[in-house]
Every structure is written in C-alpha cells, then in structure tokens.
C-alpha cells in the first residue's frame, strides 16, 4: 500500500511539533579522567586535593628564611652557609621547613660552605603556595560542560582520576533497500554500497551519541517491523534509512506508525522533503530519505537538537558571511532550500557559486564551504546579489580559497592537489561552467582563473577572439596550460565504428552532449556544421554533462554510445578512444591575479618539470607552451 504524505510543513515548525513530543534518557555513569575527553559532566564537580599540596619551589635556586638575607647587597655581600642558611631546591620541590623563599640559582655565587647573594630575598618569592592551582573543596568544572583537554589536567590536579558524566545517548540505526550491500562487498549491476549508514553514524559520534549500524534490511516491511522494534528495545533513538517516501516500497511510515506514531511525514525543504518524524515505544523515530544530502542536513536538522538537549548543551551555530553571488541561484515557491556554496575571495570581496544541487551529490557537500538558505517566500537570487551563507568553514581558511570556472579538465583537479601540498593554506575549487561562463565569472571578477578552450573557425585561434569580443578592453592575462586531445569517447572495441558525426546521425547512436557554453559542445557545434548536419540529425544532442567524467560514465553505463572528451576521461572508465583533434587548453585571469603570490605560485606548478611529466602521463596531453603568455 502506498503512502501519501501526512504533512509538508515548514521546517521549523516540524521541528518544534517533534522535540516537544520526544525526549532522549539522561543517565550518568563513571568513567576515568584520562579518558573523558568530549564527554559531558553530570554534575558540578569540586576538587578533592589542594594543588599543589605543600608550598614549592617555583624556580631552580635555594630556599632561604627571607629576613635572613636583609641588608645584602652589591656592595655588602651576604654570606649563607649550607644547610644553616639556605638549602637547595628544584622547581616542583616542597620548600624545607623553616624557610619561606626562593633565590635563583642564577642570582647566587658559590662560595666556600654555601652562598654569597647580592640582593635580599622578599617573603614567598618564587613560591608557589597551597592551592596557588587548586584548592581543595573548589568547583572545577559545572555540570553540563563538555570536557576539553585542558579541563583533564585541572581534575587530575584535583585529585579527580574518575568522575560522573552523561551516558552517551543510543541510537540505533537501520539501513533499507533491496539494492544497499556492504560497502566492502563486491559491485554488481543495480548494486549500491551502504555508505550512509557510516556517515550517519559518525554525524552521531561527533555530536556525542553512541551508534550502533543494524545488518542491511530488504525492502520487506515484515522485516523492517522486526528490526525497528528491536532497535526500539535497545537503544534510545531509532533510526530508519531510506524508505520514507511514497513509492510502493517505501515501507518507513507504515512500520512507525504500526508501532508507535508518526507526527510528521514531509518537510517544506529541498533537500530533505520525505523526512519522517515519530516515536516507537516511546522512544524518537525518524526515517531518513535515502537521498545522502538529504538524510545529513534532515538528521541535522532533527536529531542533532535532540541529542544536544539530552547532553545539557547548545545546538552549535555556524560563523555566517555575507558574500555576492556569482552565479543566479533559482528556488521554488513554498519550498525552503539548502544550496550548497563553494566560496573564494576575490578582489577584496567574497564570492559564491552554488555547487551541484541534487540530493544525491555527496560530493556537493565535501566540497562545500558553506550553505545558503532560500525562505520558502522567495524565487531565488540574481548574481551579484549579496546573501548570507552559513559556513562549514571559517572565512579566515576561505580567504585563501581560489576559484576557479570555465572548462573541466583533469589537470586542474591536479593543479588543485598540487597547489595544497606546496602550500596548506590554499585552496582550489572548480565550477564547471563552461568554456563561455568562465570568461563572464573572470568578466564579473568572480573567479580567480578559468579555463577556457575555445576554436574560433574563422580566425583558426584559440581563445583570443572570443576574450577580445566579450571582455573588450580589459587587462586580462591568458596563459597556456596545456594542449590536449579531443575525441570520441566509445564502449571498448569501438562495436559501432564511430569516426565521425556522420556516424552518430546515421547510425542513430545515442550521444551524450556537453552543457551550453562548454568549448567541447561549441566544437561539437562546428563539427555538425561542417558535416552538413543539425542538431536535431542526433539523438541525444539535448542530454548534458558537465564534465568529461560525466560524459564518460554515461557511455560506461551504457546510456549513450558515445561523447565528445578527452582521453584521460574515457581511460578513468575503461572505454575505447578514437582521436579527432588537438585543442589548447588555456587559463584567463585578470593581470593583478597574475602578478600576485597565488598566481605566481599556480604558474610555478604549471611549468614545473614534474607536474608536466604527471601530466603528459595521464595521456593525450603535451605541455609543450605550459605558462606562456598570449596577447
């Protein structure tokens, strides 16, 4: 039987109607100090032993009774004899009793039978008294407070090696779907790895529950009943992956509504729309999507608050940054939506572009610098307005993060890895936007650098013509990176025998297009013009990727027959190359980002000797101009 959803309400709002209806135990139990670091306290705890526990030494030197030494000075000399007057002490040694200072060790001349000192010694100097640390019977630590290292240094101080803190809550969570099998298992078609279950339950470590992954539960809702009542029964919070929407094997709804209740089934968010929200037993049930963007910020959003509460903390809230936008980010009425940004900082201000924003791009979250939230009430934002992000990173780090638009290709990925080794303190990130939208980020100084590689048929350049007729004018520096080769990318063996376009439009091959903008597409373009053809002669012209991998993967799946990229692409998935023609792959930047350190770093990679060699080798590249300049 299929579901409909039972609710689509603001985020906000499910939120509030799911804490005020769940609650997680809190439980103490007693642990070591040495091992307590992260943990939360259960109660105030107070210090058993003074530290340090008797007056000593602060300082190499002897211990002198410091009326004793009045009156000396440099030009009366005061002897102390040894073991009468003065006695030698380490920093850390109880002072003897019968004296109450110290004299460095430096500020004495040894004479015969003792000491000679210059000045006097004043009472309890370099002494450290009683309790000078910690006193006994003093409050450490109040409850409630998540233990860092520092704090385990005062309670040994203390005198505390065991204390009472909160038990980490239990959750329990269970992963669903006929197609998940053990991330270490072997791939087959229609396979999917279970590797939510992991992140999920480090999300939950890392906020201060314990996690514990049940087996892989089929798409069988007796089963997942049995599973979920028995995660019930052992942990805190149970947790149900996938499942959650309306499809006719979406089982999660059913199963916590048959055993216990379900509050709210749809959230007003993209992603995250088919959370579930309920209890089993009691106990907080939620049913994640399957979607892995949309089961993090859902789990996030629901659970993470849940968790802080039961822990006595602060939901922690994240640094927020004004930026202008580099791109137009469109939204849906009704809908609140989490778009995921990568940030630089360029000419003085910070710029966001939003990444990839489908609930099943993992990848859009480990690149991502921050987020930016669409209220429901708006249709989205223009580029170049300015928004405000909430960071995953702090904006010093952003401040040395590159940007970098345009054309995909492998080696920026390599200048990238590159870049990070020679210095820890930057970063480059890509947005593919295409050969054409790279020069209008560099135009609207919204990246750093783009790459850009398009063929010009009427002048036979590269590049230059089209700079020159968008960006008129302006001081730009174009730098060759590499020259690399274009071709079809076909399923081994090459079973159709493509040479050309006039093989894709006669033979009906499915073809796997570049998005709008992109150099490789433009050339596609001239290549159909050239052979007489139109777009519409290909079946697929339409269907865009916006990378070279992506193109490639698509023929490895066997959902096109062939595309237009480059070997390193087609070599990634094991498929067959037929060259076509070799292009020049260039980097545009503005003239002050040439001349700065982060330009001049990225020009020393690109014609280091090394880099070129790892270039050349991932095949059908020649770095043969890597750095000169065009003009």
């Not at 603001?10 to 799911?18: G, L, N």
Request: hydrophobic share 45%; glycine share 10%; with cysteine.
């Amino acid at each position: 039987m299929q579901k409909i959803y039972l609710s689509n309400i603001p985020r906000q709002e499910a939120r509030q109607k799911f804490l005020a209806r769940v609650e997680l135990p809190r439980r103490r139990e007693i642990i070591k100090t040495s091992a307590s670091l992260g943990r939360v306290t259960a109660e105030a705890i107070f210090a058993r032993l003074s530290m340090p526990g008797d007056h000593a030494a602060a300082m190499d030197g002897f211990a002198v009774l410091a009326e004793r030494t009045f009156g000396a000075s440099d030009q009366n000399p005061l002897r102390l004899a040894l073991g009468e007057d003065c006695q030698p002490v380490d920093t850390g040694d109880p002072l003897p009793p019968g004296f109450d200072a110290v004299i460095k060790v430096e500020d004495v001349q040894p004479v015969s039978g003792g000491i000679e000192i210059l000045a006097p010694a004043t009472p309890w100097q370099h002494v450290r008294p009683v309790g000078e640390d910690v006193v006994a019977g003093e409050l450490l630590l109040p409850a409630y407070h998540r233990l860092r290292p520092q704090d385990l240094g005062v309670l040994l101080a203390g005198g505390i090696t065991e204390l009472p803190v909160l038990a980490k809550p239990k959750a329990v969570i269970i992963p669903t779907g006929t197609e998940l099998i053990p991330p270490e298992a072997e791939r087959r078609r229609g396979s999917i790895p279970d590797f939510n279950s992991t992140v999920v339950a480090a999300y939950l470590q890392e906020w201060g529950a314990a996690a514990t992954i049940y087996p892989i539960v089929p798409d069988d809702r007796a089963r997942l009943e049995e599973a979920a009542a028995r995660a019930a029964a052992e942990g805190d919070l149970v947790i149900i992956l996938a499942g959650s929407s309306a499809g006719r094997e979406d089982y999660t709804v059913h199963v916590i509504e048959a055993l216990g209740e379900v509050f709210v089934h749809g959230v007003a968010t993209r992603p995250g729309k088919p959370t579930i929200l309920g209890q089993i037993a009691g106990k907080p049930a939620v049913g994640l999507p399957g979607y892995p963007v949309s089961a993090y910020l859902s789990l996030e959003w629901f659970v993470r608050p849940l968790i802080c509460r039961a822990l006595g903390q602060a939901e922690p809230a994240r640094e927020r940054l004004a930026a202008t936008l580099g791109r137009r980010v469109v939204s849906e009425l009704g809908v609140e939506e989490h778009v995921r940004m990568a940030v630089g900082y360029v000419d003085g201000r910070f710029v966001a572009n939003p990444l990839e924003r489908g609930a099943g791009v993992t990848m859009s979250l480990v690149r991502a610098d921050g987020l930016l939230i669409i209220p429901p009430e708006s249709l989205g934002y223009e580029r170049g307005e300015t928004v405000e992000l909430e960071l995953y990173r702090p904006a010093a780090e952003l401040r040395g993060n590159l940007l970098a638009a345009g054309s995909h290709d492998l080696i920026i990925d390599l200048l990238a890895t590159v870049l990070r080794e020679q210095d820890t303190g930057l970063t480059l990130s890509s947005a593919h936007l295409g050969s054409m939208g790279g020069i209008a980020a560099i135009g609207n100084g919204q990246a750093h650098l783009a790459g850009v590689h398009l063929f010009d048929p009427e002048s036979g350049d590269y590049n230059l013509p089209y700079i020159r007729k968008l960006l008129p004018g302006r001081e730009l520096c174009l730098v060759n990176l590499a020259y690399r080769m274009q071709g079809w990318i076909v399923p081994p063996g090459n079973p159709d025998g493509v040479k050309g376009v006039a093989d894709i439009a006669s033979k009906k091959l499915s073809f796997v297009n570049r998005q709008k903008g992109a150099g490789t597409r433009l050339l596609f373009d001239y290549l159909l013009d050239q052979a007489g053809l139109d777009s519409s002669d290909i079946y697929g012209y339409e269907r865009e990727e916006h990378t070279h991998l992506g193109v490639a993967a698509s023929v490895a799946a066997g959902s096109a027959r062939v595309g237009l990229g480059i070997l390193p692409a087609a070599r990634a998935f094991g498929l067959d190359f037929v060259p076509l023609c070799e292009e020049r792959y260039d980097l545009l930047m503005s003239a002050s980002f040439y001349r700065s350190a982060e330009g001049k770093a990225i020009l020393e990679i690109i014609t280091n000797p090394a880099f070129q060699k790892r270039v050349e080798a991932l095949g059908g590249y020649s770095m043969r101009d890597a750095g000169k300049l065009f003009n």
